[in-house]
Antibody
Framework: QVQLQESGPGLVKPSQTLSLTCTVS??????????WSWIRQHPGKGLEWIGY???????FYNPSLKSRLTISVDTSQNQFSLKVTSVTAADTAVYFC????????????WGRGTLVTVSS | DIQMTQSPSSVSASVGDRVTITCRAS??????LAWYQQKPGKAPKVLIY???SLQSGVPSRFSGSGFGTDFTLTISSLQPEDFATYYC?????????FGPGTKVDMK
């Protein structure tokens, strides 16, 4: 079955760039039925949608983060990636990648999540 | 952005209890609402989408209802594995937004 797995550094210094990759296994990221999203959860808090990418490369970002975001896709590697620039402690969170069934839609498959801490 | 609120923020219940959680949207979202269950250290799991449609494999003790701005998630007979935090999420307009969560813990 389809699985998602996040990877990337768990510690990022303030003002630097957070970079994460989500690897999709058991299915093709190029399936036209899905969008591929990033969602984060601040420690002990609720969920915040960051943005999505379609396999064609089209993106939609949360306006609250848009100026610092880049989401990209590598269909040859069946991966999509997140970059957040100029991070602060407020970007400390568990970051999830998820399969998104709509435009907007809901999230039917999730990665396990990866904690990213912003600290010097 | 559409703001989502949930009540209560937490509920203490016993196995076998009926539990009802309410979600309200700041504007009408027709039926474009999902419910998720999240256990500590795990990713959320979708239970219901749209508002009253149970996802495949989800036990029938879970049910959802509502339309427009007001929605409910009901667990008809709470089981030990149901102690978790529940979130609603609107999928009507960008950006998709989540409620703050309702924690169901053991009385």
């Amino acid at each position: 079955q389809v699985q998602l797995q996040e990877s990337g550094p768990g510690l990022v210094k303030p003002s630097q760039t957070l970079s994460l990759t989500c690897t999709v296994s058991g299915g093709s990221i190029s399936s036209g039925n899905y969008y591929w999203s990033w969602i984060r959860q601040h420690p002990g808090k609720g969920l915040e949608w960051i943005g999505y990418i379609y396999y064609s490369g089209s993106t939609f970002y949360n306006p609250s983060l848009k100026s610092r975001l880049t989401i990209s896709v590598d269909t040859s590697q069946n991966q999509f990636s997140l970059k957040v620039t100029s991070v602060t402690a407020a970007d400390t969170a568990v970051y999830f990648c998820a399969r998104d069934l709509g435009n907007p839609g809901y999230f039917d498959l999730w990665g396990r999540g990866t904690l990213v801490t912003v600290s010097s | 952005d559409i703001q989502m609120t949930q009540s209560p923020s937490s509920v203490s219940a016993s196995v076998g209890d009926r539990v009802t959680i309410t979600c309200r949207a700041s504007q009408g979202i027709t039926s474009w609402l999902a419910w998720y269950q999240q256990k500590p250290g795990k990713a959320p799991k979708v239970l219901i989408y749209p508002a009253s449609s149970l996802q495949s494999g989800v036990p029938s003790r879970f049910s959802g209802s509502g339309f427009g701005t007001d929605f409910t998630l009901t667990i008809s007979s709470l089981q030990p594995e149901d102690f978790a935090t529940y979130y609603c999420q609107q999928a009507s307009s960008f950006p998709p937004t989540f409620g703050p969560g309702t924690k169901v813990d053991m009385k």
